[in-house]
């Protein structure tokens, strides 16, 4: 092991080095990939120095999302204390479903979870648990308020015309989790977004009236706070108080951006989470930890219990219910995912979150500032958004994005919205300094002034 520890630390200062040097890795064409990087599995042991090359070789060639050319997902960066968190919940090795196995990380679990009910003013009968994905945090919502809305669901089934309310811009997880659970991807209602991509709540109100006559059965609505392409926030007071007048359970999905309740500045952006039922926070999307680092939080935490407690002797041993997490969990074996982040928050505190999430915006008013000064760009401008989304000199964005990914200059999706496509840069790596922004445009127009022929190429391709 020691050696295996000696080695893991070489490959370690390569990677560090390769993102210095080659931050955006050659992309091997699919075709290629296997006749590039020796990935198969023979019946022989491969000799040490193969293994060594081999290993090199894909650390190469993989994709550096900790550079400084990395905009091209909601994560991205390496914050020391939270990377040292992970690396050792992989040497504990904890399964997180009982005290007997996990000792103190299940209080360091709980600890985070009670911080963030603290934070947003869920009162004392709030909980929460870690799943693996905001996917799957926003599936232990939704299957909380199904059971909520009809308890026998559980051993009978859903028997009835069950409808749920989401923006049209929403994340993909919530027509994929009504598929799940048994209500059906048809019986989510996709409600129509104003012009900033706010869920418009006059047409949430008029769908759920729909719904009503014809004997439907309206149970949820999910708000998103921070939506995936433009960053965008649902108004929470206004959904909350059509979700009070027809009874329905409201989740906030703040995958995304839901870490802006750490933020003085920002966390009027959520204004009125405390009248939520449920919330999701992806700790590795703003946060900066590894993936993943998913929690959901419940103002009632009866609801955990109801909907993923059950009994089995040979799992829960001692301790109480309150110890044993695997009694309020979607898995079984559960790896530890709070380590990472209560490392972080320990060593920074919570105003070091502060200032993670802070610098986020900061970032993304100085690419917008750039932007607006500049009149080879056109700024989709969504303010108070770390998605910067914005076109260059009419340039199809598809082809420009992708051009500079063939060619290992920078890492930056497209996203649409109303039917316009735009270049979407996305300033959630902490450790970014405004120079880094600077030179993200710098590489994109120098690429753009003496590689417009390149682009030409991949189009006719
Ligand atoms: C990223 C995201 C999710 C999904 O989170 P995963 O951890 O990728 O499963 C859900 N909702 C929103 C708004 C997101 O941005």
């Known amino acids: 092991m020691t050696e295996?520890?000696?080695?893991?630390?070489?490959?370690?200062?390569?990677?560090?080095?390769?993102?210095?040097?080659?931050?955006v890795a050659a992309p091997i064409p699919t075709d290629q990939l296997y006749s590039t990087l020796d990935l198969y599995l023979n019946d022989?042991?491969?000799?040490?120095?193969?293994?060594?090359?081999?290993?090199?070789?894909?650390?190469?060639?993989?994709?550096?999302?900790?550079?400084a050319s990395f905009f091209n997902q909601l994560y991205g960066g390496r914050i020391g204390k939270a990377t040292l968190g992970d690396l050792l919940a992989v040497m504990l090795n904890s399964s997180m479903y009982?005290?007997?196995?996990?000792?103190?990380?299940?209080?360091?679990?709980?600890t985070v979870l009670h911080k963030i009910c603290d934070?947003?003013?869920?009162?004392k009968d709030s909980d929460g648990a870690f799943a693996p994905g905001g996917s799957m945090t926003n599936y232990m919502a939704m299957v909380m308020a199904r059971d909520?809305?009809?308890?026998?669901?559980?051993?009978?089934?859903?028997?009835?015309k069950m409808t749920l309310y989401t923006s049209a811009t929403s994340h993909y997880s919530i027509p994929k989790n009504a598929s799940f659970m048994g209500i059906g991807r048809d019986h989510v209602r996709f409600i129509k977004i104003n012009s900033l991509g706010e869920m418009c709540?006059?047409?949430?109100?008029?769908?759920?009236?729909?719904?009503?006559?014809?004997?439907?059965?309206?149970?949820?609505?999910?708000?998103?706070?921070?939506?995936?392409?433009?960053?965008?926030?649902?108004?929470?007071?206004?959904?909350?108080?059509?979700?009070k007048t027809y009874n329905l359970w409201l989740h906030v999905d703040g995958a995304y951006c839901g870490s802006v309740i750490f933020s003085n500045t920002y966390k009027h952006l959520v204004k009125g989470l405390e009248l939520s039922d449920s919330f999701s926070v992806n700790a590795h999307k703003m946060l900066g930890t590894p993936l993943t680092c998913s929690m959901v939080v419940v103002k009632d935490k009866q609801h955990l219990h109801q909907s993923f407690s059950n009994d089995a002797e040979y799992l829960y041993q001692t301790a109480d219910d309150e110890f044993n997490l695997g009694k309020t969990s979607l898995q079984c074996g559960r790896r530890n995912d709070a380590l990472k982040l209560w490392t972080l928050w320990k060593s920074v505190g919570t105003n070091g979150l502060e200032k993670i999430v802070d610098r986020q915006f900061e970032m993304a008013n100085i690419a917008r500032d750039y932007i607006i000064h500049n009149s080879d760009y056109t700024l989709y401008n969504f303010e108070e958004s770390i998605s910067v989304c914005f076109n260059y000199k009419d340039i199809n964005p598809k082809e420009l994005c992708t051009a500079l990914y063939d060619s290992s200059q920078l890492m930056v999706g497209y996203g649409t919205f109303k039917e316009i496509e735009f270049v979407r840069l996305v300033t959630i790596n902490t450790t970014l300094r405004k120079a880094d922004i600077l030179n993200f445009f710098k590489t994109l127009e120098n690429f753009v002034?003496?590689?417009?022929?390149?682009?030409?190429i991949v189009l006719s391709a």
């Open 44 to 67: 022989e042991p491969s000799p040490d120095e193969d293994f060594t090359q081999i290993l090199t070789g894909i650390i190469k060639s993989t994709p550096k999302t900790a550079s």
């Open 98 to 110: 009982t005290y007997k196995v996990a000792g103190p990380h299940v209080g360091i679990e709980k």
């Open 4 to 23: 295996d520890l000696k080695f893991f630390n070489e490959l370690t200062e390569f990677l560090l080095q390769e993102e210095q040097t080659n931050p």
């Open 449 to 456: 002034s003496q590689k417009l022929w390149m682009i030409g």
């Open 148 to 160: 909520k809305f009809d308890l026998t669901i559980r051993n009978k089934g859903v028997h009835n």
């Open 201 to 243: 709540t006059e047409d949430l109100e008029v769908q759920i009236q729909n719904d009503l006559t014809e004997g439907n059965q309206p149970f949820m609505v999910n708000a998103t706070a921070g939506t995936t392409v433009l960053g965008a926030f649902d108004d929470i007071q206004s959904i909350s108080s059509i979700c």
């Open 119 to 123: 934070i947003i003013g869920y009162g």
